[in-house]
């Protein structure tokens, strides 16, 4: 992380679960949470200057969102500090991506009551000003569909229509399979997933692509000779659950 403690009980609280001891880290987290959000904001105030105050606040909600804190934990290996109870240690808590995102922030309220907010906001700073030189806040944190739609409306091509083609499995553990079609570009894909949302959104990915594809193999052509032009892309992509991965997709 780049910081010294000079107080390492607060370093050891930061580090505890619940689950192992009376004095656990969740009063930090608390409190580090709070750091965490105000920094991350300042940073995008002061960076993209540009951008209105919805989507700051969606660039902010992507970067401090569990998933996110999880990935910083992992690369800071903080697995192997973890005091967990014995419990947790058996089901793999040291693994477990809420655990693991919750002690980076009591960390950094560790760090905030160990020698200041300037500490706290160096070492956030620290993790995420490299990860905005690689992102593109247009896109960071907006999901398929929306991307989508973004994207045919800058071509002034009409929105997508989603449909619900099949499901399948039992009724407590159904997958649904959803077509999408963009007609201008004939463009259509099937997603799947395990709610209507997840499919939609799997097909919307591969939708996405296959219209980028249309208009990037024959801009020209489509204007003289619209048909022989035309991209028709069918694939399958499977999302199982609303947050899950995505497969290759797998042309007809």
Do not use: W
């Amino acid at each position: 992380m780049g910081y010294t403690f000079r107080d390492t009980g607060l370093l050891q609280q930061a580090l505890t679960h619940r689950s192992h001891s009376a004095l656990h880290n969740e009063r930090l987290e608390f409190l580090g949470d709070s750091i965490l959000n105000c920094v991350v904001a300042s940073i995008l105030y002061e960076r993209f200057t540009g951008l209105d105050e919805g989507d700051l606040s969606r660039l902010r909600a992507n970067l401090v969102k569990q998933q996110s804190l999880f990935e910083i934990a992992q690369k800071l290996e903080l697995s192997q500090f973890l005091r967990l109870g014995e419990g947790e240690l058996k089901s793999g808590g040291f693994r477990r991506p809420s655990i693991l995102a919750d002690t980076l922030e009591a960390l950094l309220g560790a760090i905030f009551l160990d020698t200041g907010f300037d500490a706290a906001r160096d070492v956030i700073r620290a993790f995420y000003i490299p990860l905005l030189d690689s992102v593109d806040p247009r896109t960071l944190g907006k999901d398929a569909k929306t991307l989508l739609q973004e994207f045919l409306q800058s071509k002034k091509i009409s929105l997508p229509t989603y449909n619900v083609v099949a499901t399948h499995g039992a009724a407590h553990s159904q997958e649904f399979e959803v077509e999408c079609l963009v007609p201008k570009l004939s463009v259509q894909v099937f997603g799947r997933g395990g709610s209507r949302r997840a499919a939609e959104q799997a097909a919307a990915r591969l939708a996405l692509d296959a219209a980028q594809q249309a208009l990037v193999k024959a801009p020209s052509a489509r204007k003289s000779k619209p048909r022989a032009a035309q991209l028709k892309l069918a694939g399958i992509a499977t999302i199982q659950s609303d947050g899950g991965a995505q497969a290759p997709a797998q042309p007809e």
